[in-house]
């Protein structure tokens, strides 16, 4: 049995590529350590068979006879919408139902951290950063502002630096500061205000 068949290499591809979208893009969405792609066939093949169970319809539809020479356009679109449109959508729709409490007390969520959890929300906060060494760092998270996600070392970099007062109160914004970077290392705690 001659594994380099082509009709065998298309055969894989079938049930690799479309469950191999899906987990590219669920990583882009969620912050996901490296994955060896090696091991992860049998995952990719099995989110593969799960979107062909929901397009079994649509399957049976194109594979009629004459389907493909009688509608080519349609025969076209239909493939590219299984293999790659909705092996796209998948991972959108499963994070934002697991926006809903009632999903949420069934499933885990699938953000690893705190941390990711809390800069996902893309929300523009007033922050105090507690350092190690007994200094308080008032800022700005906006838009301009980054944070690294798992598995990466945690880093913030905020795009506007406050003085605060004996209160912790934000008096004003140090000028000419192009804000301030900080690894974890340095971080005791991390207030946030809106």
Request: positive net charge; aromatic residues 20%.
């Amino acid at each position: 049995m001659n594994i380099w068949e082509p009709d065998k290499i298309l055969l894989f591809l079938v049930f690799f590529i479309p469950g191999f979208v899906s987990i590219k893009v669920y990583e882009l969405i969620v912050a996901s350590k490296s994955r060896n792609f090696s091991t992860s066939i049998p995952e990719a093949v099995g989110y593969s068979v799960l979107n062909f169970a929901v397009f079994f319809w649509l399957i049976f539809l194109i594979t009629v006879p004459d389907f493909k020479i009688n509608h080519p356009i349609l025969y076209f679109l239909c493939i590219i919408l299984i293999f790659f449109v909705a092996p796209t959508i998948w991972p959108v729709c499963f994070i934002w139902i697991f926006k809903f409490k009632v999903i949420r007390k069934f499933i885990l969520n699938p953000i690893k951290m705190p941390w990711d959890d809390v800069f996902n929300r893309r929300k523009a906060y007033w922050v105090i950063i507690h350092l190690k060494d007994g200094r308080k760092i008032g800022g700005k998270y906006g838009l301009q502002s980054r944070a690294s996600s798992f598995p990466n070392q945690r880093q913030i970099y905020l795009q506007e630096l406050w003085k605060l007062d004996s209160n912790n109160g934000f008096q004003k914004k140090i000028s000419r500061s192009g804000g301030a970077l900080f690894f974890e290392d340095e971080i005791l705690i991390i207030e946030f205000f809106n």
